[in-house]
């Protein structure tokens, strides 16, 4: 994953097989409400940051106190994502939220370490644009010269739970390499191209489809293996995706879908697209990991979705019949 983008999170998505569209709204999970049992985080030179779920007045109160403590700390020429410390005293939306209740998380990283951090401090991070997304928790005090942070990579993110699960999810890395194919330097696969004009993509991209196709840019694949089903074995799939640009499709129009590979053919389990989505909203995702984060024995996908800025981390989740984000950090949320 590149540089953070200012306006970004990372991307899970869980799957049980079938068709479905994305589902629009992103939060926490399917309604927007605080209400996953895990969190994302990550740790950069000795200091562990750690969200909180981004709710609207949560995010207002914290520009509220972001802007005061950084008066006359914080000038132009302060770096973006230079941590603010904040006081929990003067938060009492936060308070009554009791998302920043709980001190103490159990703390899982991509190389399935683990490790219990108490968080008892509260920052923000600094933002010349004001975009700076919600509160952190943080594991050590933050001085006010404290160099900025980069962001989540794929080497420090975190995922922070309540409660040591009893049994540590397996942490299933790619079995491939993300490959990018650009029509404007190589011929563009066959069967990905093949793979667009499946019933299934159609149907989701609706009325877009036609315009899409015949401005079709990019294709994207990767290989990899996960869980669907809680009680099957993992399985290798793959994730295949399309881009488009041009006069009907601005300069970034994406979507993707996750298959299944019989008899040399691919086939779509799920085809994600938002026609409603701004254009810097638009992403193409790269797989990080498969792992079971809910404990039901079925694996949840960790994605980094580039951006053209940059990258951010995502989650969804097969809820009635599709594609539904669980999770979305936000660490720069409007």
Not at 98 to 125: C, I, K, M, N, Y
Not at 209 to 219: D, I, N, P, R, T
Not at 247 to 256: C, I, Q, R, V
């Amino acid at each position: 994953m590149s540089r953070w983008r200012p306006a970004g999170a990372i991307a899970l998505l869980l799957l049980a097989g079938g068709v479905g569209a994305l589902a629009g709204a992103a939060g926490p999970d399917s309604t927007g409400s605080p209400a996953a049992p895990w969190r994302l985080g990550f740790s950069e030179r000795g200091l562990r940051l750690l969200e909180v779920p981004p709710l609207d007045e949560l995010c207002e109160e914290k520009d509220r106190l972001l802007l005061e403590a950084s008066e006359g700390a914080c000038t132009p020429e302060t770096p973006d994502l230079t941590p603010v410390p904040l006081d929990r005293d003067r938060a009492p939306v936060l308070r009554r939220s009791r998302l920043a209740e709980r001190r103490t998380w159990w703390l899982l990283d991509l190389r399935g370490r683990s490790s219990q951090v108490t968080f008892p401090h509260l920052v923000a991070l600094y933002s010349a644009s004001g975009a700076s997304g919600c509160y952190f928790l943080a594991s050590e005090a933050v001085a006010r010269d404290r160099a900025p942070v980069e962001g989540p990579t794929e080497e420090n993110l975190v995922f922070a739970f309540p409660e040591p699960p009893r049994t540590p999810p397996a942490v299933r890395r790619p079995s491939g390499d993300w490959t990018l194919y650009d029509r404007a330097e190589t011929k563009l696969p066959g069967r990905y191209c093949d793979l667009l004009k499946a019933s299934e993509v159609r149907v989701v991209l609706g009325a877009r489809y036609a315009g899409f196709a015949s401005e079709l840019s990019q294709a994207f694949a990767q290989p990899f293996s996960a869980r669907l089903d809680a009680r099957g074995r993992p399985e290798t799939l793959w994730l295949v995706g399309w881009a488009a640009s041009g006069p009907k499709s601005g300069e970034l129009d994406a979507a993707w879908s996750v298959c299944r590979e019989r008899a040399g053919r691919l086939q779509p389990l799920a085809v994600v697209y938002d026609a409603d989505a701004d254009e810097d909203r638009r992403y193409r995702p790269e797989l990080v990991a498969a792992m079971d984060l809910d404990g039901d024995g079925a694996d949840e996908l960790v994605l980094s979705a580039h951006y053209g800025e940059g990258d951010e981390v995502k989650v969804f989740a097969w809820r009635g019949g599709g594609l539904v984000p669980v999770y979305d950090s936000a660490y720069f949320g409007q």
